[in-house]
């Protein structure tokens, strides 16, 4: 019998940050909109309406103040805690979908759908876009192809063209795969570096199209073999399948660059254990433990060498307990703190993840338990009603002054009971 072929979807959230600070402000659905990274340092992402602009991602906002504020553009501080949500709620739409998802970034999947009894892909496509953005009030473009690099050039082709109405599909039609990858540029090509770019355009390739037509022996020896299966992907045969099992993470970190210098060891106890918390957080999140936790400063770039540096605390028993994670990163801290210095940046990493938690003969069972149902309940009631109701004292944030700057950030709509919209009928 013979194997059916693959077909994946790519479904792209246009402009995520963007459009997610759109959902609670209808009055700015058709305004131009960019958001700002952490101390509201540069731009991390735009609207079309400021993309016409000539802004681009990176670029520091204190260049383009001037022209930002001369065409009203509305600026908002990253809210990373809603981006996160609104991924997740976007995430679990798509698994109601297919079960074989592949979560490529905060704003990007890929759904393999050749086993749904799907007759005309494009309007299936249609429909999901249209379903996504009821549901969640985000736009969203999907691409659908016979491997997933056909897949991410239909998207993109789907957001540059208003008139597919949210997909495009090239399964089974041979013209409109042509069109596709004469239009595609060879910059915009997944898996095509921008070192590799000008390498292409001195031999006159300059559309995903010019290049399939090279041989495969010139870009097995030009582009390695990665760029052998990027050219064997754009003309139909699939190389790449769903990665649905990624490799677990090896350490997990909390860091932040401060809004100001940072001297004071009461400012800076705060931070490393409020990082140490959100990252005890998120370790049990995975259902994992840690067996090692390192701290780290850093002094501002003009400061000398010296003065930061990190050090490692290794737990006596691999754990998730916020409060022995905690203990371990305040003691890293008293190794690399040197009150001589400032400091602009700190974090907590989390080191020698694992899944099992191996008992020492002196363990407490009775005191771990406690510990793990208490985490358990905290986790609940944070879940519930905002990520940091319940906190360890010693992260005492009210009383610290060493928050990044996010003087735009908007309220946690999706997050936190406090902070829900209100509407008045």
């Known amino acids: ?26 009055d700015l659905w058709d305004k131009p909109v960019a958001v700002l990274s952490n101390n509201d340092a540069c731009i991390v992402a735009r609207s079309n309406e400021v993309k016409e602009l000539g802004v681009y991602t990176g670029q520091p906002y204190f260049k383009v103040r001037d022209v930002l504020a001369e065409h009203k553009v509305h600026l908002f501080s990253a809210n990373f805690g809603m981006y996160g949500d609104f991924s997740q709620r976007v995430v679990q739409m798509l698994q109601q979908e297919s079960p074989d998802i592949e979560v490529y970034s905060v704003d990007e999947s890929f759904l393999e759908i050749s086993h749904l009894p799907i007759k005309d892909y494009e309007e299936w496509g249609r429909r999901l876009s249209q379903k996504v953005y009821q549901w969640t009030g985000l736009p969203v473009s999907v691409g659908i192809g016979s491997t997933k690099t056909l897949a991410k050039a239909a998207a993109d082709y789907t957001k540059k063209h208003p008139e597919k109405n949210g997909a495009f599909s090239v399964v089974n039609n041979e013209e409109e ?5 004469k239009w595609l540029p060879t910059s915009h090509v997944w898996g095509v570096g921008w070192r590799t770019t000008p390498k292409l355009a001195a031999r006159g390739v300059t559309t995903a199209y010019d290049l399939t037509q090279v041989s495969l022996q010139w870009a097995q020896e030009q582009l390695t073999i990665r760029g052998v299966r990027t050219i064997r992907e754009l003309l139909g045969e699939s190389c790449y399948g769903l990665d649905t099992s990624p490799e677990p993470q090896q350490s997990i970190a909390r860091t932040r660059t401060f809004g100001h210098t940072v001297r004071d060891y009461y400012q800076l106890e705060g931070a490393i254990a409020t990082f140490a918390a959100k990252a005890a957080a998120k370790l049990r999140q995975q259902k994992e433990v840690a067996g090692e936790v390192m701290t780290f400063l850093r002094s501002p770039k003009h400061a000398e060498v010296r003065a930061g540096g990190s050090h490692i605390v290794k737990l006596q ?14 003691q890293a801290l008293n190794q690399v703190y040197d009150p001589e210095f400032g400091y602009n940046r700190a974090g907590v990493v989390l080191l020698n993840l ?6 020492a003969l002196s363990t407490d069972v009775q005191k771990l ?6 985490m358990k309940t905290v986790d609940g009631i944070n879940r519930r009603f905002g990520t940091r109701l319940v906190r360890h004292a010693s992260e005492h944030v009210e009383a610290t002054n060493w928050h990044s700057k996010r003087e735009l950030c908007s ?4 997050t936190n009971w406090r902070q829900l919209r209100t509407v008045h009928a």
């Open 354 to 359: 694992g899944t099992s938690q191996q008992l």
């Open 317 to 330: 028993q691999p754990s998730a307990d916020t409060g022995a994670i905690i203990t371990a990163a305040l």
């Open 411 to 414: 309220p946690a709509y999706t």
């Open 177 to 181: 795969r042509i069109r596709l990858l």
């Open 1 to 26: 019998m013979a194997s059916v072929k693959p077909v994946f979807a790519l479904v792209d959230c246009n402009n995520f940050f963007a459009s997610c600070e759109r959902v609670f402000r209808p």
């Open 369 to 374: 338990s406690r510990n793990a149902t208490l």
